[in-house]
């Protein structure tokens, strides 16, 4: 498999980061695509947004948002370790990248001294929850404000 690594992002990456698209049918699981997660980190700065676009090896084919040690404030903010948007190109799915990605990124909160990692997703068809049980995710028995169904996976 490709190299996986989580990059920052600036003016020299920032026009392919932005053409890094889902599937269309699949925009109400990330809420839109990395314009809108970049939307959100500016709009919700108390959620504290931490986040990086994924390459494989010199190529650009997703991006990662998570919640960064943050005072929980249910049921609109969770935290303190909350991984906020997944996503992956739709032409560069199903080869690892995300499970790749997730595993990167509970490494580097358990190193930051998290307990546990939470995420939330929307339910339908297609949505992620397959993906999430098979890293280790458990729902939590709570939803988000929206509904979204709340998992953790212990560290
Ligand atoms: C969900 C997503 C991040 C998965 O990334 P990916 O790189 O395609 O997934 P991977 O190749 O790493 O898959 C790992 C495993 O999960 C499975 N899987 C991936 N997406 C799945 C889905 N939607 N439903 C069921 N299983 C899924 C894969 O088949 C693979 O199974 P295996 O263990 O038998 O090999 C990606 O498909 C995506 O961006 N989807 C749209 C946006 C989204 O839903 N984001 C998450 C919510 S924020």
């Given at each position: 498999?490709?190299?996986?690594?989580?990059?920052?992002?600036?003016?020299?990456?920032?026009?392919?980061?932005?053409?890094?698209?889902?599937?269309?049918?699949?925009?109400?699981?990330?809420?839109?695509?990395?314009?809108?997660?970049?939307?959100?980190a500016?709009?919700y700065p108390e959620a504290n947004p931490w986040?990086?676009?994924?390459?494989?090896?010199?190529?650009?084919?997703?991006?990662?948002m998570i919640s960064w040690d943050v005072v929980p404030q249910p049921?609109a903010i969770i935290g303190p370790w909350y991984l906020w948007?997944?996503?992956?190109?739709?032409?560069?799915?199903?080869?690892?990248?995300?499970?790749?990605?997730?595993?990167?990124?509970?490494?580097?909160v358990?190193?930051e001294?998290a307990?546990?990692l939470l995420?939330?997703?929307?339910?339908?068809?297609?949505?992620?929850?397959?993906?999430?049980?098979?890293?280790?995710?458990?729902?939590?028995?709570?939803?988000?404000?929206?509904?979204?169904?709340?998992?953790?996976?212990?560290?």
């Amino acid at each position: 498999m490709a190299q996986i690594e989580l990059r920052e992002i600036d003016e020299t990456n920032l026009d392919a980061v932005l053409s890094i698209a889902v599937r269309t049918d699949q925009e109400v699981f990330v809420g839109g695509g990395v314009a809108d997660a970049l939307a959100d980190a500016d709009a919700y700065p108390e959620a504290n947004p931490w986040y990086r676009a994924i390459y494989a090896d010199a190529t650009p084919v997703g991006f990662v948002m998570i919640s960064w040690d943050v005072v929980p404030q249910p049921p609109a903010i969770i935290g303190p370790w909350y991984l906020w948007k997944l996503i992956i190109d739709a032409e560069h799915q199903q080869r690892g990248y995300g499970r790749a990605t997730v595993r990167m990124v509970i490494e580097l909160v358990r190193r930051e001294g998290a307990s546990e990692l939470l995420t939330s997703y929307v339910e339908g068809r297609g949505d992620p929850g397959p993906f999430y049980a098979r890293l280790g995710f458990k729902p939590t028995g709570e939803r988000d404000e929206n509904g979204e169904i709340i998992l953790a996976h212990q560290l």
